[in-house]
T-cell receptor, first 116, second 115 residues
């Protein structure tokens, strides 16, 4: 089974509108972390936001917020007030505490295009 | 505080040659991870190293690929006798420690093209 599933290969959003990028995960480890990264066309991976499995509140970082629904195993990224510079690939990732390798499992990504 | 550095940024090799990819982690980080990204795909874990130790190489092909993180100097991902299927972007990430909360910070990647 896929550890991380991103079902939206591509998304479009009007500038200044909000957009939600979906991410579901699969783990039996009670302790894990969820991450979102942005990959612009230049190729680097930029860390956006983190959510811990035991965190009581949804994470927020500026215009980014994470809609964490533990029972549904979803960790959707919400970008508010979209800007043209938000156009990029977005990857959801998970790290399991019980995994001694500490690797990140990445989804296949969602390509976001912000329309002026 | 400089970020994770990788070089070269682009590398072209002919089939059968060797590719050496270097990664210098962020200052203070002793954990290094290598990932491979094929076109239109997410990153796939290859290997996790700490100084002088390979902790987890479960994602690395058994043949032709090796990695090291010496006491001094950068981490090296080495691909021997490259084939066209090795063409990909190779990302290095580092973190200060381990644990679910530790964010991994990525370098800019090395784009390997095998002709």
């Amino acid at each position: 089974a896929q550890k991380i599933t991103q079902t939206q290969p591509g998304m479009f959003v009007q500038e200044k509108e909000a957009v939600t990028l979906d991410c579901t995960y699969d783990t039996s480890d009670p302790s894990y972390g969820l991450f979102w990264y942005k990959q612009p066309s230049s190729g680097e991976m930029i860390f956006l936001i983190y959510q811990g499995s035991y965190d009581q509140q949804n994470a927020t970082e500026g215009r980014y917020s994470l809609n964490f629904q533990k029972a549904r195993k979803s960790a959707n990224l919400v970008i508010s007030a979209s800007q043209l510079g938000d156009s990029a690939m977005y990857f959801c990732a998970m790290r399991e505490m019980g995994n001694t390798g500490n690797q990140f499992y990445f989804g296949t990504g969602t390509s976001l295009t912000v329309i002026p | 505080n400089a970020g994770v550095m990788q070089n070269p940024r682009h590398l072209v090799r002919r089939r059968g040659q060797e590719a050496r990819l270097r990664c210098s982690p962020m200052k203070g980080h002793s954990h290094v991870y290598w990932y491979r990204q094929l076109p239109e795909e997410g990153l796939k874990f290859m290997v996790y190293l700490q100084k002088e130790n390979i902790i987890d190489e479960s994602g690395m092909p058994k043949e032709r690929f090796s990695a090291e993180f010496p006491k001094e100097g950068p981490s090296i991902l080495r691909i021997q006798q490259v084939v066209r299927g090795d063409s990909a972007a190779y990302f290095c990430a580092s973190s200060p420690g381990q644990g679910a909360r530790e964010t991994q910070y990525f370098g800019p990647g090395t784009r390997l093209l095998v002709l």
